[in-house]
């Protein structure tokens, strides 16, 4: 186990260096700097600027100048917010992100797992029908299409819940953004779970522990939900993806000031720095997650060793 | 089986779930079914406004960006303000003195002018200021915004140390500024950010982020309390500026909002008592529903094609005349903007004052006659429907824009067989297509003024100018420009302006489409607000009827 820990562990940074090489360069080759703005700067001032942030210099040497500040721990300066490094700004967004996509992921596994395990138990009824067809729509309706018509119908039309922003800080705040970004997990994770919840319930071990006399409640609970729950598990690292990616989406309808706010508003503005900032952050967390995965695995399945 | 359904798992995990939303996603002090939190009472009497994007810098002499424009007349002041309708008033100067030809302001500021923090505003705040928005080692887009004073552009260009710059202070409360020529519209430049005072103190103190919250001293109606990134930035009122006590408000919220559409549904959600826009797209149903809060105003901005004068065959000016006659703005503003713009048959939009536009010739010619002309001119630039023109049209990804590049498309194909395709490219692409004539064609632009003045608007066709895209060059134009620049006289300034606009249309470098409207919506409370032509608003002018809002 520690062997295989100390494995993986050396090999994510062989990962990490081939994504900032590919960040970096591809970001350059979009068209378009920084300073491009509708009013042109004046030349020597351009020229001032391009040498202030090391611009002027070849790419490979601006390449290794980053990697060096990296090492410090220094992301570097917003081209953007000029007022702002990129290590400010991504520590301002990362706990919001966190907030949202931890909640997301959270409310995504519970009612994931249970509307997947009713359904499971009981299949071809109409509560099955009803938790695969609701589940069915939550993978067809993408996110930009669901918020919304959350805001509109709980914000404007009700006026129960904000309609976006993060006001002070309230929890009701985070109410409709988590809700949009757990929808097609939780579509995902039903679908999963009632999948292999059959599987599991037509298995030997379960027909023995049926056998052997335990209450239904204890065959489930002790017996079949530890294996039915793996495939869920193997899919926890894509749904870290998709939640992250699902976020980059609706902190922007909802104005949550998050790290995906950052990457879109980045990308447009070329603002080099922040956009590398975030894809580095993303790139260690989904590193980082991935490996607690494969740890959870062997402890859920026996039959997996390291 | 049965009983474990009802009774046994799916309860635990539909209750933990429950519990999970019970403490994580519900507001457990606001409870469900409440109205949005009203701010906090020591927030006082409190305006939310909504700001589009994200201000890039609040650094008066940094920040190029409109999402910090206004913000930033909150928190500072210059030597002169504006009323809410948007004419020139004092600001820090209380008076001013001309000399005889034109090039020599003299200022007298107020001795009650504060900051922030309580210190006087004295005249060596602005020289700092001003120095520092040329000195190109601030890096500030607008230096040359401040070309018409002594040594500015020496200065702009590196060639000469910031303090050469035609700003003096001859006591604390005495301030000159000589010009390099007469500069009728200098006042107007005087309230732009580029122009404010800095607290000397702050920037010696924390350098290029003195104008972070925390750091910041400001002397206008406002001071910076606080700037959540990607959220908000939130003021307080300034208990020392010098006219506190008809300041209403005191707290404002600006909202970092981009899409329109976000923005109405925040308004309509009672998030926001003041939007900055409107989504084109929802214009008919805010126009049925929200009639009372609607607000529409001219806007001193222009929304136009340029043709790349470099690139064959635009270098012909009966093509790009053609092609200028070809369309009919009535539809594009009736039928395809729809929320009001005006049809654009000049460059200086209508909203700027004291002038009066020269125009299309054939503005009001009928609409027959007028194809007639363009098909006549279309042929004699050589094409036919046998030949027609080919060409790629460029405009920056939006619905606003491609609409109007579709119409355009359509109306140049119908009235003489022109082939356009247009293509939608990123802003940025845009912005780096267009430094070079040779790779564009047809590209959508836009341009607001900066201040109230026909110049604004003018001076960047002038051959020398970084705005002027077509390579626009023509010698008659900057003689015209050159010689309104120095002449005091009204009469005959504005005669050499229109002179100068007439011989630009005459060109056609650029096909000018619409001018813009101020549109946004003002919840009923909100009292004292006025749409001005170049959009400028000010906090301190606006006050709310609490009773009506409720907090």
Known sequence: MLKFALKRFLGAWPTLLIMIAIAFFMIRVAPGGPFDSERKLPPEIEARMLQA??????????????????????????????EYSVSELVMAGFPVSLRLGGLAMLLALVVGVSAGTIAALRQNTRTDYAVMAVSMTG??????????????????????????????????????????????????????????????????????????????????????????????????????????TGSVVIEQIFGVPGLGRFFV?????????????????????????NFFVDMIYALLDPRVKY | MITLIRSGLPTLLLSLCLACAAAGCVDSETGSGAKPAPPPPEDGVVLRKGNGGEPDSLDPQR?????AADILRDLYEGLMAETPDGSLAPGVAERWEISDDGRVYTFYLRADARWSNGDPVVAEDFVAGMQRAVNPATGSAYGQLLQAVEGALDVVAGRQPPDVLGVRALSDRVLEIRLVEPTPYFLEILHHSTAYPVHRQSLAEFGDRFARPGNQVSNGA?????????????????????????????????????????????????????????????????????????????????????????????????????????????????????????????????????????????????????????????????????????????????????????????????????????????????LQQRLDGSRWQVMRMGWVGDYNDANTFLEIFHSTHGQNDPGFANPEYDRLLAEAGQTLDPVRRLELLQAAE???????????????????????WVLGYRPNGLDHNYSKYLSIDTAARGF
């Open chain 1, 53 to 82: 942030y090391h611009l002027d210099e070849p790419l490979y040497q601006q390449f290794g100048r980053y990697l060096a500040g990296l090492l410090k721990g220094d992301f570097g300066p917003s081209f953007q917010y000029k």
């Open chain 1, 139 to 244: 993978i067809s309706i993408p996110n930009f299409v669901m918020a919304p018509l959350l805001i509109l119908f709980f914000a404007v039309f009700l006026g129960w819940l904000p309609a976006g922003g993060l006001g002070d800080g309230s929890a009701a705040n985070l109410v409709l953004p988590v809700i949009s970004l757990a929808l097609p997990q939780i579509a995902y994770i039903s679908r999963l779970t009632r999948g292999s919840m059959i599987e599991v319930l037509h298995s030997n071990f379960i027909r023995t522990a049926r056998a052997k006399g335990l209450p239904e409640r204890l065959v489930i609970l002790r017996h079949a939900i530890k294996p039915a729950l793996l495939p869920v598990v193997s899919y926890l690292g894509p749904a870290t993806a998709a939640i992250i």
């Open chain 1, 265 to 289: 508003q980045g990308a447009l503005n070329r603002d080099y720095t922040l956009v590398l900032g975030v894809v580095i952050f993303y790139g260690v967390l989904i590193i980082v997650f």
């Open chain 2, 63 to 67: 920040s190029e960006e409109t999402s």
């Open chain 2, 222 to 430: 406002f001071m910076l309390d606080d700037w959540v990134v990607q959220s908000h930035v939130k003021l307080r009122k300034n208990p020392y500026y010098r006219d506190a006590d008809n300041v209403a408000i005191d707290t404002v919220y600006y909202l970092h909002i981009e899409e329109p559409s976000a923005e109405l549904k925040r308004y309509r959600a009672g998030e926001l008592d003041y939007t900055l826009t409107l989504p084109n797209n929802q214009f008919a149903w805010i126009k049925e529903n929200l009639p009372d809060d609607l607000v529409l105003g001219p806007f001193a901005s222009v929304y136009y094609y340029q043709f790349s004068l470099d690139n064959a065959p635009f270098d012909d000016p009966r093509l790009r005349q053609a092609l200028t006659m070809a369309i009919d703005r009535e539809i594009i503003v009736d039928k395809v903007t729809g929320v009001g713009e005006i049809a654009a048959y000049s460059f200086v939009p209508v909203a700027v004052s004291n002038y009066q536009a020269a125009q299309f010739p054939w503005q009001d010619w009928p609409p027959e006659r007028r194809l007639a002309e363009a098909r006549r001119l279309y042929a004699e630039a050589g094409y036919s429907e046998k030949n027609p023109l080919q060409v790629e049209l460029f405009y920056n990804t939006s619905e606003n824009h491609k609409k109007i590049a579709l119409a355009i498309s359509a109306m140049w194909k119908q009235a003489l067989g022109v082939r356009a395709r247009p293509t939608n490219l990123e802003f940025k692409v845009l």
């Open chain 2, 502 to 524: 007439r011989r630009l249309l005459s060109e056609y470098p650029v096909m000018p489409i619409y001018f813009s409207v101020v549109k946004r919506l003002v919840k009923p």
